[in-house]
Structure formats: structure tokens, C-alpha cells
């Protein structure tokens, strides 16, 4: 297997871990064997794996789904995994960035003999954040079993008022239900990072909050997340430029004090302040 090879592997084709590309491949095969139970993967399965890397974990998907669509930006690594994975007739290896991936059509083409579409990967954790918003673009893909960075696996699970809710966490809150599987220790990985890891599920859920249009909400919540340190009020007014007085009334009619701050309230309640002001049109949809 692939996992057990790493080093050699990295000194046959004499490549290195690229830092500039978040490299640290997984050796540890309990890890593996964790993922893919979790994934619940069958030969209906259509999977997008994000930077598969050496192909460690890339082999034992091909071995659980019926097709794994893996996308890596590194063309060396693109190389070598051509061949380690030589073997296994259902991956096809995309060499493209996966935030610049027409990944809608590729799982048109490449899938639509698929039953399910689920994202498994270790991600590359400098664009973490990015891949998690694009995914949430995509009508097609329900599941994600993911490893992150272990501060951002408790960001994305985290509630109002504690120091990891941003908007991160409510943007994934509202789109899907995430909770952590595992804690993963840096020594699971070559080379080890300098952070701990989590491995985390997002289930993508279709929410009933009746909102017409979701990408201007997302631009709403950018902008009252925008400045941590500002209160609510004050957000408001840079971004929308709603007058304090009336602000003032309005979070008083929602039992909200005045210098209330955007990570104090809950997914529901920044909807239902949304949906006030989209009513007495403050702002626009
Ligand atoms: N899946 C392998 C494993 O678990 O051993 C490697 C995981 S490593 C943490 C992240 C991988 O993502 C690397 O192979 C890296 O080259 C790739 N990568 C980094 N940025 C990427 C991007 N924008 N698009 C696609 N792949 C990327």
C-alpha cells in the first residue's frame, strides 16, 4: 500500500514535501481505515478527493467507490501518482487548482453513473476555508469527511459567544449539520505539521429558513463579521449606513443590547435580523 511507502516513494522520484502546497501526507493507516468508515462508501459512490498527493488515501477509496475524481494542483505530484496508482481503473487525476476546477461539470461527465457524490481529502490546509465555501456551491455533493486543521474543525462546530464562532462557523451551521469524528495527531502525517488535525463530517442540508437569496445573505454576514473588534451597530453603519439611533431600536425590539456583536447571536437570529431588515428595507435584496 501507498501509505507504508511515503519516504521511499518521495526518494524514488526525488520530490520533497512542498510547504507552498500545505504537503503533509498521511502514513498512518488506521487513520485510512477511520476515513473510509466514516465516508460509508459503496459502488454507487462518486468521490472528489482534494489533493490526493502520493495517492495514499486516493488507493483506498478506489478500492470502496465505484469512482474518484482527485484533484491536485502539484503537476510532480500529479507524475508520481499516475504511477502508484496505476492499477486502479476507476480515478481520474485532475491537474488543476481545486478553486479554479469546473467541478459541477467534471461530475457531470465524469459521475453521472453515480448514485451519491461525497468528498473525502485531507486538505491542503492553507485554503481550507475557500474549499469549504466552494463546496457549499455545489448542488450536487451532500457529504464531506474531512481532515482540517484541528482550530478549524472547533471553528466550524462552534456556538454564539465563544471566541472560535466567526463566520466560518454560522456559514456551515446554515448549510449543513457538522459535527467532529476524531482528534489526529500530527505524528499521523510526513512530515508532521506543526498543528494538530481533526477529522470532521459536514452534511449538507437543505434548510427551511426561506431565504430568497442566499449569496446575498453570505455578503451580509461578510460584511457584520467583517471588523471582530466592532460591535453590531457599528458593522451596520460602515456597511449599510443604518443610522445607530435606529439600530438602537431595532436590537431593543429583539431583546439585544446595544453594543451587541455579531458572534453573540445565533445562525437563527442573524437570519431573523436579515429578514427584518430586507422587510423595512434597509437593504435590498
Ligand atoms: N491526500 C494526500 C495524503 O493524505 O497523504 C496529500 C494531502 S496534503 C495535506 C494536501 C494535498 O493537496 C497536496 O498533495 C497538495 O499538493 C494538494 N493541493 C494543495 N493546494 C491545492 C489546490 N489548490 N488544488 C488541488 N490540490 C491542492
Known sequence: MIVQNTKQILQKYKQFAKKLYGQNFLIDSNVLNN?????????????????????????????AAKKVLAYEIDQDMVSILQETTRQYDNIVIINEDILQAELEQDI??????????VVVSNLPYYITSPILFRLLEIAQIKKYILM?????????????????YGLLSVWMQYNSQCRLLSNVSANCFYPAPKVESAL?????????????????????????????RKTLSNNLFTYYGLQKEKTKQMFNQFGWKELVRAEELSVKELIDLYQFLLESDEIHD
Open 200 to 228: 470532521i463530517e459536514v452534511l449538507v442540508t437543505k434548510n427551511d429558513y426561506g431565504l430568497k437569496n442566499e449569496v446575498n445573505f453570505l455578503k451580509f454576514l461578510q460584511g457584520i463579521f467583517s471588523q471582530r
Open 108 to 117: 457531470e461527465k465524469y459521475c453521472n453513473d453515480c448514485a451519491e457524490i
Open 148 to 164: 482540517v486543521q484541528k482550530e478549524v474543525g472547533y471553528r466550524i462546530v462552534s456556538k454564539p459567544k465563544t471566541k472560535e
Open 35 to 63: 476515513i473510509i468508515t466514516y465516508s460509508k462508501l459503496s459502488k454507487q459512490t462518486g468521490v472528489i478527493e482534494i489533493g490526493p498527493g502520493l495517492g495514499a488515501l486516493t488507493e483506498y477509496l478506489a478500492l
